[in-house]
């Protein structure tokens, strides 16, 4: 065989973080996902990256349950997605959310505890002082009180990486948290990500741009579609690898995709 | 035709029993002291308050007009059972007719639900479509019912049109139970409504079961719609679930706070529109609770406090005013600078400026150059001279040195980030430097090592000259030579 | 048992109801494409102190005031919602919401207020009574013909007209309204014009047919209608089909329906809603593309098709392997199906003759042979294929090849051919097979 990194079938732990096996997401018949396989190992910091429309984002949400899978298994620390919920913060793309809703910043971290409030339960001082934190941390404690509308788009996505931090999760699941942000607000994030590194949480990360993953992650999940590439960062750059992610050489896939739709509509009259 | 002379009896019935009013008898509903009055006004207010509160939620789920297929679809239900209880020779009763509306408007819900999910369609088509076949199947039963039982069907008609006035202690109690349930839940899972809202995506994430929410707000609004037949009609029910929450939103940007007042339109929007209804002659109920609703909403949309649109209007313009002293000001400085005199401080009228050279060194029209220029010499930082001239005092000299700095600093600072060039900076820290904080002007500061608070840097581009400013339109021309 | 018809009188209800239900099927249309199809119902709603006004300056129940003062309230009710939705923020949906219960009630207390002197009924406005509207005729071109007719004649009539000059307009404002903004053409206006239409539409239509049969018809027949095509034109037509359907279907029903039940007739405007409703349930069940059942027919047929393929394969190996036949029991343990599913393939691949049942157990036909070799040879060309360019793990690959293979025609073969450097054997080594 020609590839030199296949897929991370690395036997991990029972209870690696995360770990996927062969999952296949189809909308519409027309396949998003396929077949992916992924170890993350503990205290690593992950980066998703591939071209637009390679199910960076469907993989996250597939994890947490919010898109049906036609087959595969999801594990977080060994056990169903389901298990251990409070082990995990997802944290959706920013455009996911209506920022004209009525609610102050503190509003919008403070809905990271409700999950461990559980049903019925009330917020209480230790919530405010956590959500405080968390906005610290994010360094826009300033800006607890601010309608949300009224925060730039980097202060808005920083607000949704505290609620992910107020979680106290040991997973983190971003989606493109680097999407349409300042400078600042990216060095701001990349910081408390190797925070949390170190502090031996996990955080997956949906990213779009190369160079800067290069930099930012320690290890590397090529996706595109299909898993093309995972493991540690420079192993994982390859031109090969990058090549066979966003080089197109594989639309007999997405042809075989349209004719199992075509298929699918020439049936009927 | 019969029924024509039955609705209209019907509509204006409930004043029509009091031809003329005696002055006693509008006392007497305004101080409450009659029975009927009070057990009205009760049942409308708290009608109202529930009403108020789930409207938010619909409102803030983008399902706000949910509500009003549900309502259409009740008249199915009412139709039917009556029809039921009257071959199976039942006492007409209130109680089982809003059974039968319950179950044919929760019917109507979860039809618009499966069209939506199961069928694929829009959801403004779903609605659409519930509401106007589920309504077209009622008036079919209603025309059926009233060929048989004439005037008894009267009763029928109330439900469209609502019929407050002829509200029970029964009645009443429903509402109060209705408002009481809805106050409980949105006490007891606020916080999951709340996320549910926002961000259903992080509910799903956290485990939280979003169908069962999004059926509960149904059930809820199926609940006030069927209390609501009563005092408003099915076809103005759907006013009390949009109206006040949508005027709570010009109120306030929190959602306690809009809770709390879209409760209180609503329930004051019951209470006035009942009582107006009650002491003046020929005013349905209904409608006049609506047109009360309506007149909150018009005066939040003009007053209120957070979105409001005078509020925003003069926020606007005071963000224009500042902009424009700030121009103003700056202009005024860099002419000083031109003529070598900025350094340290002037004596005040030592350098006088013409306000022509301000005319034309921005897009402004004479007018509103003296009206900023009058506005500066209240505020003290200018004065201005009988000679069309104005002098910047120290007060106004110092403000526009901090100006000038602002501008000039963030000008650098883009031109050296950024590979904008020098108008495109100068541009965009006209349009930033408005925008300042104080936290992002250390940051400028920091960036750009200023060394004194209070040092002014030389402008990056030359400044126009004296002489040319008074034939230019504007200052686009890099000019040469002048400055001596 | 069934009423007796006369067509003096029932064709023409059943002509009223069909005009109307025309005249709101087709701007419905662009309502329900443009996601608008509550604006019908707000508008018809809406109308009504529009009617009251005209109806207390003139005192005349009929005539161009009337229609006047329907179409600027509708056009209002457009322009308030802008209003609201633009200067205060307001969800669209709530500001629709807002205005037109706004307008209603204002309606009802004019009426009511007018009450004595005013013979106008909102009752009559929210069902009509096409039966009585009937009785009032007028002479046109010889004949006696309710007035009603006359008038819903003309608006379908204004309303082809409108549709048919500004067609094009039309449809590139509710494709995509910046591009057509960005081609100069009016969107604005359209718009305008298309909710005072919808509201000369609902007055036409009051008295004799009432508010709720135009809602219906503002979105019932447009949506059945796209159920059934993607092609607006046809789309057009086939709502108007519709509309008369459920003309004469709801009045059928009308008369009938509630004798079985032991009551006299019934509401004609209502039926046709509710007929309406039901040529709906009908399209959502068995339109052919969009309609639920095709949707599982055709999924089983892909599954039939599938599960056939492999049995051919599994046939083929067993052949390749020295196993000349294989027993049913043998397949459903390999391929993890029911019993009943397999039995129901095996027909249906006997019956296409591609195998044959012998006593030992079932056999590929010579035909069946060669489909089954290109299935094994596409299944073994992917898997070549995703090892080697997509770089999936070996454990992983038949997964994905089984897929694949059942999409795979010869000519995408012969490119997969070409892109993996034409292979001998798949990645575990097996032979690929020639094509056959």
């Not at chain 3, 073969?413 to 032979?431: F, W």
Request: aromatic share 8%; net charge neutral; hydrophobic share 50%.
């Amino acid at each position: 065989m020609k590839t030199t990194v296949v897929s991370s079938v690395v036997k991990m732990s029972a209870d690696a973080p995360l770990s996927v096996r062969d999952i296949t997401v189809a909308y519409h018949r027309k396949p998003v996902l396929w077949n992916v396989t992924l170890d993350v190992p503990g205290a690593s910091m992950v980066g998703l990256v591939g071209p637009n429309g390679a199910g960076k984002s469907t993989l996250l949400k597939a994890i947490v349950g919010m898109v049906p899978r036609i087959s595969g298994e999801v594990r977080i620390f060994g056990k169903e997605y389901h298990h251990h919920r409070s082990a995990v913060a997802y944290v959706p793309q920013r455009e996911s959310v209506d920022w004209d809703f009525p609610a102050t910043a503190l509003d919008v971290v403070m809905m990271g505890t409700y999950g461990q409030l559980g049903w019925f339960g009330r917020v209480t001082k230790k919530e405010r002082q956590a959500a405080h934190e968390a906005l610290r941390q994010m360094e826009i404690e300033h800006l607890a009180e601010r309608q949300i509308s009224q925060l730039s788009g980097g202060q808005q996505q920083r607000t949704f990486l505290a609620r992910a931090l107020v979680q106290q999760a040991d997973l983190y699941l971003m989606d493109e948290p680097f999407a349409a942000v300042d400078a600042a607000t990216e060095n701001a994030i990349v910081n408390i990500m190797r925070t949390l590194q170190s502090a031996g949480k996990t955080i997956v990360v949906v990213h779009h741009d190369l160079h800067t993953a290069r930099e930012y992650f320690d290890r590397i999940v090529l996706l595109n579609t299909r898993l093309i590439a995972a493991g540690k960062t420079a192993d994982v750059f390859t031109d090969e690898n990058l090549q066979k992610t966003y080089g197109g050489k594989l639309t007999l896939l997405e042809e075989v995709g349209d004719a199992m739709r075509r298929r699918d509509r020439s049936n009927s009259p | 035709m019969n029924f024509v002379a039955v609705t209209l009896e019907f509509i204006a019935g409930q004043t029509a029993a009091v031809p003329l009013i005696p002055r006693s008898w509008a006392w007497r509903v305004l101080t409450l002291s009659d029975y009927n009055t009070r057990v009205v006004l009760y049942g409308t207010t708290l009608l109202g308050i529930a009403a108020g509160l789930l409207g938010v939620y619909m409102l803030l789920r983008k399902r706000a007009l949910l509500g009003d297929a549900i309502s259409h679809a009740t008249l199915p239900g009412v139709a039917a059972t009556y029809l039921w209880s009257v071959s199976a020779g039942y006492e007409k009763s209130l109680a089982l007719l809003l059974i039968g509306a319950a179950i044919s408007g929760g019917l109507g819900g979860l039809t618009v639900l499966a069209l939506r999910h199961v069928a694929k369609l829009r959801e403004d088509a779903a609605l659409g479509i519930v509401l106007s076949v589920f309504f077209g199947a009622g008036v079919a039963l209603v025309g059926i019912v009233q060929q048989d039982s004439g005037g008894n069907a009267a009763g029928l008609e109330g439900f469209i049109y609502g019929k407050a006035a002829a509200m029970t202690a029964e009645d009443a109690w429903l509402s109060g139970g209705a408002a009481l349930l809805v106050m409980l839940i949105v006490w007891a899972i606020g916080k999951e409504l709340q996320i549910l809202c926002f961000d259903s995506e992080l509910a799903r994430s956290q485990g939280l079961p979003v169908l069962l929410l999004d059926t509960l707000l149904i059930a809820l609004v199926v609940g006030v719609t069927i209390v609501g037949l009563q005092a408003v009609g099915l076809i103005l029910v759907i006013a009390l679930l949009v109206i006040p929450a949508a005027a709570a939103r010009f109120w306030s940007d929190s959602l306690k706070q809009i809770l709390v007042v879209s409760a209180c339109i609503g329930g004051a929007s019951c209470s006035i529109g009942t009582l107006t209804s009650a002491t003046f002659a020929k005013l349905p109920s209904g409608a006049t609770i609506v047109l009360v609703a309506c007149g909150g909403f018009a005066v939040s949309l003009v007053f209120g406090s957070a979105r409001g649109i005078v509020w925003q209007g003069l926020r606007h313009r005071r963000m224009r005013d500042q902009q424009d002293f700030q121009h103003f000001l700056r202009f005024a400085y860099e002419y000083l600078e031109s003529q070598n005199n900025a350094g340290p401080f002037i004596k005040p009228g030592s350098v006088p400026i013409a306000l022509s050279h301000l005319i034309h060194s921005r897009t402004w029209s004479a007018h509103r150059v003296l009206a900023v220029g009058q506005q500066l010499q209240k505020l003290d930082m200018v004065v201005m001279r009988p000679d069309d001239c104005i002098e910047l005092t120290k007060r106004g000299w110092l403000a526009a040195r901090r100006i000038v700095r602002e501008h000039r600093l963030l000008e650098m600072y883009l031109l050296r980030e950024t590979d904008v060039d020098l108008g495109q900076a100068d541009r965009d820290a006209d349009y930033l430097e408005h925008g300042l904080m104080p936290e992002h002007l250390m940051d400028l500061d920091e960036a750009m090592r200023a060394e004194s608070l209070f040092d002014v840097p030389a402008s990056p581009h030359p400044l126009l000259p004296e002489t040319v400013a008074s034939d230019l339109p504007s200052r686009v021309l890099p000019e040469q030579g002048k400055t001596a | 048992m069934s009423a007796e018809l006369s067509w003096e009188i029932d064709g023409w209800i059943i002509l009223a109801g069909a005009l109307c239900a025309m005249s709101a099927a087709l701007l419905g249309n662009f309502l329900v494409l443009r996601r608008q199809s509550l604006l019908g119902d707000a508008i018809s709603h809406a109308v009504l102190p529009g009617l009251a006004a005209a109806f207390l300056l003139t005192g005349q129940r009929q005539g161009w005031v009337m229609f006047l003062g329907a179409a600027s309230v509708g056009v209002l009710t457009v322009l308030l919602t802008e209003l609201a939705r633009q200067f205060g923020r307001v969800d669209e949906s709530a500001s629709i919401g807002v205005v037109f219960t706004f307008l209603f009630a204002l309606g009802l207390v004019m009426i009511v207020q007018a009450a004595d002197s005013v013979d106008l009924d909102p009752g009559c406005v929210l069902y009509g009574s096409i039966e009585t509207s009937m009785i009032r005729k007028m002479p046109l071109f010889g004949l006696s013909i309710p007035r009603v007719v006359v008038t819903l004649g003309t608006t379908l009539t204004i309303n082809s007209l409108f549709v048919a000059a500004f067609y094009r307009m039309l449809k590139v404002s509710t494709f995509d309204p910046q591009l057509a903004r960005a081609q100069g053409v009016p969107v604005n206006f359209l718009h305008y014009a298309l909710a005072g239409l919808v509201a000369v539409t609902s007055v036409a239509s009051f008295e004799s047919v009432g508010n709720i049969l135009v809602v219906a018809m503002f979105v019932v027949p447009p949506v059945a209608a796209w159920l059934l095509t993607d092609r607006l034109k046809v789309m057009i037509v086939l709502s108007l089909v519709i509309g008369v359907l459920s003309a004469v279907l709801g009045h059928l029903a009308a008369i009938n329906v509630p004798i079985w039940f032991g009551y006299r007739s019934t509401s004609t405007a209502g039926m046709m809603a509710v007929a309406s409703g039901g040529l709906l349930f009908f399209c959502v069940l068995f339109a052919p593309r969009k309609g639920l059942l095709s949707q599982l027919l055709r999924q089983w047929e892909v599954s039939l098709r599938i599960l056939g393929e492999d049995v051919l394969a599994t046939l083929y190996r067993a052949e390749v392997a020295g196993q000349n036949a294989v027993r049913l029991v043998g397949l459903v343990r390999s391929l993890l199906v029911t019993k009943l599913w397999a039995r129901i393939v095996i027909e249906f691949l006997q019956l296409r003759r591609l195998v044959s049942r012998e006593s030992d157990g079932l056999r590929l036909t010579t035909a069946g042979r060669s489909r089954a070799q290109n299935i094994v040879r596409s299944h073994r060309l992917w898997e070549h294929y995703l090892a080697s360019e997509a770089g999936m793990s070996n454990e992983v690959l038949h997964d994905g090849a089984e897929r694949l293979e059942h999409f795979t025609d010869r000519q995408m073969r012969e490119r997969l051919l070409v892109e993996s450097n034409a292979p001998s054997t798949d990645p575990h080594g097996r032979p690929i097979p020639p094509e056959a």
